[in-house]
T-cell receptor, first 114, second 109 residues
Framework: ETGVTQTPRHLVMGMTNKKSLKCEQHLGHNAMYWYKQSAKKPLELMFVYSLEERVENNSVPSRFSPECPNSSHLFLHLHTLQPEDSALYLC?????????????FGPGTRLTVL | GQNIDQPTEMTATEGAIVQINCTYQTSGFNGLFWYQQHAGEAPTFLSYNVLDGLEEKGRFSSFLSRSKGYSYLLLKELQMKDSASYLCAVMDSNYQLIWGAGTKLIIKP
């Protein structure tokens, strides 16, 4: 148990659906992250929030929309996804955005797009 | 561009020692992390190096040479539960982690 929870753990959706992934951290951290993990590929950083402000958007398609209502919660809203978006989506948090700040990961949401 | 290289897969025997190498080329350097990820689980933090040299933590040690862009993770007295993927990640000048694809370590009895 890392102190970072994610729901749902598994999600199957069609290309026309709209769904949201939720992440919550109970560590009092100020930075939160969304990553995409595909098989045999490096973790891809999607979004970074620091003190509820988005500080990084690594050329992620607009069909992925993040939301950070407060420092404990992070959402990833999904709409009109493609089959190649099927992957494990990991949320992480760290105390601050800066050096020597290890990231704590949630268990991930396994997403399948049909 | 930014690049992190590590072997795709390694096999070792229970009780033995294994060294997992990582080489990197990144825009800036603010430290190197090693994470362990068991199949179907979240990555968990193992070690952090920002200065050259060896950091020891129980059965696990991590080494860094900034001039060579090189690190290794050393696992001693291997146990079956050490079967996992080991991820190398470098923090760049923007304090973002750049990740390697991971090394899958298989431990045989």
């Amino acid at each position: 148990e890392t102190g970072v929870t994610q729901t749902p753990r598994h999600l199957v959706m069609g290309m026309t659906n709209k769904k949201s992934l939720k992440c919550e951290q109970h560590l009092g951290h100020n930075a939160m992250y969304w990553y995409k993990q595909s098989a045999k590929k490096p973790l891809e950083l999607m979004f970074v929030y620091s003190l509820e402000e988005r500080v990084e958007n690594n050329s992620v398609p607009s069909r992925f929309s993040p939301e950070c209502p407060n420092s404990s919660h992070l959402f990833l809203h999904l709409h009109t996804l493609q089959p190649e978006d099927s992957a494990l989506y990991l949320c992480a948090s760290s105390q601050y955005l800066g050096e020597q700040n290890e990231q704590f990961f949630g268990p991930g949401t396994r997403l399948t797009v049909l | 561009g930014q690049n992190i290289d590590q072997p795709t897969e390694m096999t070792a025997t229970e009780g033995a020692i294994v060294q997992i190498n990582c080489t990197y080329q990144t825009s800036g350097f603010n430290g190197l992390f090693w994470y362990q990820q068991h199949a179907g689980e979240a990555p968990t933090f193992l070690s952090y190096n920002v200065l050259d040299g060896l950091e020891e933590k129980g059965r696990f040690s991590s080494f860094l040479s900034r001039s060579k862009g090189y690190s290794y993770l050393l696992l001693k007295e291997l146990q079956m539960k050490d079967s996992a993927s080991y991820l190398c990640a470098v923090m760049d000048s923007n304090y973002q982690l750049i990740w390697g694809a991971g090394t899958k370590l298989i431990i045989k009895p």
